[in-house]
């Protein structure tokens, strides 16, 4: 029994590995420490709230959002005089050469029509241009100029008194397409956007264009399709002066389970345990939805000694901004027996704000200790570590931009037996999401009288028994899906696991439904996107169908309330986090109806129960009928794979439309409606007899209809399985997957025929769709293969070349969800 509990606490200690009544087969061996993640999950809640390490050893680099953008959080362990720093780096600090327009408003000349040539150049006569503030952008709700014109031109002129001496940065926001002049000389250009402000350094030769005096920046920008953005400035890094009497920890193990990850260090004579628990217990909506996350700290002597320790957190402010110039108020304070810092923006811009790459800018952050004489003051970001080193503060307000959250941990003296202490990490949002122009609270204050003091102090009170609910749902996770697919298998779906809950943040309607809305996070930041719902299902379908229906109930609502007057299914609500319509540019009808159909009939099955369906029924006959219309051969349309763009005739489209029809049917059958099921049953039989023949490529069936030359991935088709609809013969799965099998590359087999690259949820799909193990461990291993060894330091990307194992585009998105597909299947058709 020992190694058993070694697999749940991670630690050999059984005092900490209580199952809370889980009893595990002996054939599920020990779980190995986690090999490598592309990033490691530490405090995951919402789009918003959301800290990630991405290097192997947590003191390696800067804490950061899974955007990328820095949200430092800083550890110190303190033995007997000695420093030795666990816990991440000191964010980068630059110094403002000449600010963009985050930082201060400024005013440029510009030009929406070609200027003549010369344009950059610093003698130019600019006197016909235009005058206006920065930023340029097509965004209503940005304060500067607007852009609606395909190309701008601008110049801004600026004095400067002496030289800096540190190398010079280039702080852009483009998009699209760029060009970039300092006294007419170019020192940057780029295709495409990037998103937000970020640093370019500067070759020497382009930097040498800035000189003392009259300076003018030019700027050229295209926008090719999209959004429109432009802005601008200079910085220097400024130089980290932090303490070199910091020693580093030696880092000697990493784990990630479902709900925590879980770092061992030795710092000198004591070894330290660092645990961060998010506790996303898909099964208690209510723990789910509390936003508050733990870091548990356990010291203990590894020479039979004593010694005098203690501890040092930092968490910065940086979690609370958007950008780090914006200026943030932070204060400390006392609740009951709890010891309380609170951090937000001073400006609280609460929903003023909606796009991909940004970060919340309004609600407060808060850090809260229990007793055991916990000191808590408040720093910037670059005085924390040396604050700590001397004479730490005392500050209990603080107006500033990137400020730090100091907690100092007191443990006395440590010996053999050890001890332990814990912290709080919460956010309060104030409002979460716009719903049809109402501002909805986050679900937790839907009980009556909830504040966030309350809230902390509730959470460190029941810490025990949270922890013991999340070491219970670890090891259920893990063990399902070891069941299911094996140990890599496993560990992908512990991986996926919190990335997929933490893109949803979780609200009530207006009308009192639950709603679960994702974020269509570093793809195009849609809200409630409904072929991000589609791949994410099988997580939910799994756990719980009803967070899968609060998935699904504002794009009912959307249809059914008649603001969405089309026959068939919305592609989205919005742009997040204001669901309030759709936003993207085009309508994808096969796709979204398919999806919905699909997953009512998966909700209604797997909770063998109609009557979901019953309440949306006209819906969901509208959009079948549209299917049985449109469906079968699908005009020139995007799929939910709209990177690789339109595709007429597109096969696996046709799958997902006869799947729908054939859900459709056994919703009719499980509501009493014996003619409509006959009616789409023999239908959907009928469109798969004429599917096989018409697809047919010889030894596999084609992307397309009219190019046998072509093949794809028929990932639609597990559906088939998983609902039992018994369209497909099984030689039909049996020539896919041979073929698939043939068509792998190093790191996973290629969506199509088109390109090289892949979506790994799709590949677990098809995987899932294999009739023996053998074949399924062969699709998923080089998936596997892709989270040990990819390049790419980001949340799970879920698109990724298979060649070289390099992100093409998409992280930290929800779809991973979909990687517990196979678990799904065995539970939905009763395989043990």
Known sequence: MKKFFNFISGWGNPGRALLCGILVSSTVPVLAQQDHAPAYPLITHNPYFSIWSTTDKLNESTTTHWTGKSQSLLGVLKVDGEYYRFMGQAAPHYKTVLPAADESSYTCKYSFTAPAAGWEKQNYADQDWKSGKAPFSDNENTTGTRWTSREVWVRRAFTLNELPKSPLLLRLFHDDDVEVYLNGKQIYASGGANGDLQMFELSPAAASALKTGENVLALHCTNTGGLASL????????????????????????KVDATQTIYSFKCGAVNLNVTFTSPLLITDIKTLANPVSYITYEVKANDNKTHAVDLYQGVSTDAAVNTPAQEVKAETYTAGTIKIMKAGTTEQPVLKKRGDDLRIDWGYLYVASPTYNARQYITTEDEAINSYLSTPG???????????????????????????????????????????????????????????????????????????????????????????????????????????????????????????????????????????????????????????????????????????????????????????????????PVEECGNMVILAGAITMAQKDPAYAKKHWKTLTTWTNYLAEAGFDPGNQLCTDDFAGHLAHNANLSVKAIVAIGAYAKMAAMLGDTKTAAKYSTLSKELATKWIAKDDAGDHYALVFDDKNTWSQKYNMVWDKVLGLNLFPQYVYDKEIKYYLGKQEN??????????????????????????????????????????????????????????????????????????????????????
Not at 231 to 254: C, F, P, R
């Open 231 to 254: 802005d601008a400035g200079l910085s220097v890094k400024v130089e980290d002066k932090t303490n070199e009497a910091i020693k580093m920890a030696k880092q000697t193990a990493v």
């Open 394 to 588: 005392t500050n209990a307000t603080v107006v500033g931009k990137q400020l730090m959250l100091n907690t100092l941990l007191p443990f006395g003296r440590v010996g053999k037996n050890g001890a332990e202490k814990h912290i709080a990490v919460g956010y309060d949002d104030i409002y979460s999401v716009q719903y049809f122009k109402t501002d909805l609270r986050p679900w937790w204050r839907n009980t009556k009288g909830a504040t966030m003091d309350g809230v902390l102090a509730a959470s460190l009170k029941n810490y025990l028994t949270v922890m013991a609910a999340c070491r219970n749902a670890d090891a259920k996770i893990y063990i399902g899906a070891y069941q299911a697919g094996g140990e890599k298998y496993a560990k992908l779906c512990v991986l996926a696991y919190r990335q997929s809950i933490a893109a949803h943040q979780l609200v009530k309607s207006p009308q009192g439904e639950l709603l679960f809305l994702s974020k269509e996070n570093f793809s195009n930041g849609s809200i409630n996107t409904v072929d991000i719902t589609y791949p994410s299902a099988p997580l939910y379908l799994l756990y719980n169908p009803e967070l899968l229906k609060g998935m699904m109930n504002g794009i009912f609502y959307y249809s059914e309330s008649s603001k969405w007057a089309k026959p068939f299914a919305a592609h989205d609500l919005g742009t997040y986090p204001l669901a309030n319509g759709q936003t993207y540019g085009e309508d994808m």
């Open 747 to 832: 790191y996973g087999l290629p969506l199509d025929s088109r390109k090289t690259y892949t979506k790994s949820d799709w590949i677990l799909w098809t995987a899932a769709m294999a009739d023996n193990r053998k074949d399924f461990d062969a699709l998923v291993k080089p998936i596997y293969k892709f989270a040990q060894e990819t390049s790419s330091r980001v949340p799970l990307s879920d698109w990724h070349e298979t060649t070289t194992g390099k992100m093409v585009g998409f992280q930290a998105r929800s779809v991973v969800g979909g990687y517990f597909m196979k678990a799904l299947k065995d539970k939905m058709t009763g395989k043990k």
